[in-house]
């Protein structure tokens, strides 16, 4: 009956030697390996690979833009040469008495061009543009708000983190409730065998504390299965496989320290304090639009007809641009009323999330000290239950109770030291959360 109990001992203590055993080793593998937030920071990286981005529109652009056309059909620019020179090319012959002056035949040209090539090389600097500046505030500021998202999308993976660890842990030390609990009803197995041999005890005793083996073993196996669903989630948010062990950490043994004061740095905060400036400048860019934009240019290149290159082909081509908004229906002022409705919207989901935030740390306060002063009177009540079932065990020694009262003293010190795993951890847990509410760095 005991054989498989005693495999799964050694099956579990092999299965804690041979896991990591440091909250922080874990923290630090997930915030390296978590899916979740490799997608946090690669939003940031995109974020600023934006910025740069914008910050080279305002920069000087060189365009390599070479084309070429073929024409046929369309309208013509007639040029009447013949016309015009014939008459005088007529008058020649006449007086030098030779053909030495040809007639020629009037010249229509296509104003498409034909077999006609452009290659060039156009630089463009914009001289006087608001909007650009702008656009790169916008995207410095959406840069910093996405390193906000990570800052968030890390506390919240340290959080969750910390509290499947010490999940795994309270499960791993139910374990050990439940290896005591089995320590002592062998003992008691041991005592009422001893007693019926003498004729001083009862066979059904025996029976009882067997029966007793049986459940604890059963709650045993569960308490496993428990400790295993847990390490699954620890190791699913470190990336790692769902069956790795996890080991008891025996470091653990007294309670957190409550900070006397609360950090109100909150990332979220930051962000919406981000997206107010966001939509300030999203206000300044559409008011930019009736500013006048100035642009210069200059071309390089060559051009002529066949692709012959001659002293002709070459050129340089330079001018000035200047763009200036006169009317758009409109546009412009729905875009500018749209910015400043969506920074009263903004400012007022800031009021509310300041609310939200210094309410969720006071109660992460309160469930915390609650929790802590569960433990501590759970601690108590253990101590008395403990005191308890050695009374009843010595009196059934004695012979003035009967098994059924060693039981169930027994099995009310296994679940206070049960009740008291579970408020230890829970008080971990809850101080997570608190710093979490308040801030603190994870």
């Given at each position: ?42 939003v940031t ?7 740069q981005a ?17 024409a ?25 008495g030779s ?17 006609f ?28 708000l ?40 062998q ?34 196996v569960?308490a496993?299965?428990?400790?295993e ?7 699913v ?33 930051a ?87 210094s ?27 403990q ?8 009196r059934?020694r ?45």
């Amino acid at each position: 009956m005991y054989k498989p109990l005693i495999i799964l001992w050694s099956l579990l203590a092999i299965w804690e030697l041979n896991a990591q055993t440091s909250l922080p080793e874990y923290i630090e593998k997930g915030l390296s390996q978590n899916s979740g937030f490799q997608q946090a920071s690669l939003v940031t990286s995109a974020a600023a690979a934006a910025q740069q981005a914008a910050t080279a529109q305002g920069s000087i652009r060189l365009d390599f833009q070479p084309s070429y056309t073929v024409a046929a059909g369309g309208r013509t620019i007639d040029i009447p040469i013949g016309d015009i020179v014939n008459p005088v090319y007529s008058t020649l012959n006449t007086l030098t008495g030779s053909e030495q002056f040809p007639q020629l035949d009037n010249v229509s040209e296509l104003l498409n061009p034909n077999n006609f090539y452009d290659v060039k090389v156009r630089a463009t600097y914009p001289v006087l543009n608001k909007a650009i500046g702008i656009n790169e505030d916008i995207k410095t500021l959406q840069t910093e708000l996405a390193r906000d998202g990570e800052e968030l999308a890390r506390q919240r993976l340290v959080a969750d983190i910390s509290v499947a660890y010490y999940d795994c842990q309270m499960a791993l030390r139910a374990i050990d409730v439940y290896r005591d609990a089995q320590v002592l009803i062998q003992e008691n197995i041991r005592v009422n065998r001893s007693l019926v041999k003498r004729g001083a005890g009862l066979p059904t005793s025996v029976l009882a504390a067997e029966s007793d083996s049986v459940l604890v073993a059963a709650e045993l196996v569960n308490a496993q299965l428990r400790a295993e669903a847990a390490a699954a989630r620890l190791n699913v948010l470190t990336n790692q496989s769902m069956t790795a062990p996890v080991a008891k950490d025996e470091t653990i043994t007294t309670l957190p320290r409550m900070a006397a004061s609360i950090n109100a740095a909150r990332p979220e905060l930051a962000q919406l304090n981000r997206l107010l400036a966001i939509n300030q400048k999203q206000v300044e860019l559409a008011q930019s639009g009736g500013k006048p934009q100035l642009n210069v240019f200059a071309d390089v290149g060559a051009q002529g007809f066949d692709f012959q290159i001659d002293g002709q082909a070459p050129y340089v081509l330079a001018g000035v641009s200047l763009n200036l908004n006169l009317f758009d229906g409109g546009q412009r002022k729905a875009s500018v009323q749209e910015a400043q409705l969506r920074q009263a919207a903004t400012e007022a989901q800031r009021t509310y999330l300041v609310q939200q935030l210094s309410l969720e740390a006071f109660a992460a306060w309160q469930t915390c000290t609650a929790s802590i002063n569960t433990y501590t009177a759970l601690t108590t009540d253990v101590n008395i239950k403990q005191r308890q079932y050695q009374d009843q065990l010595g009196r059934y020694r004695a012979g003035t109770v009967n098994y059924i009262a060693v039981q169930e003293a027994r099995n009310a010190w296994t679940q206070a030291q049960l009740a008291q795993n579970i408020a230890f951890f829970q008080t971990w847990k809850d101080w997570v959360m608190w710093e979490r509410a308040a801030g603190a760095e994870g």
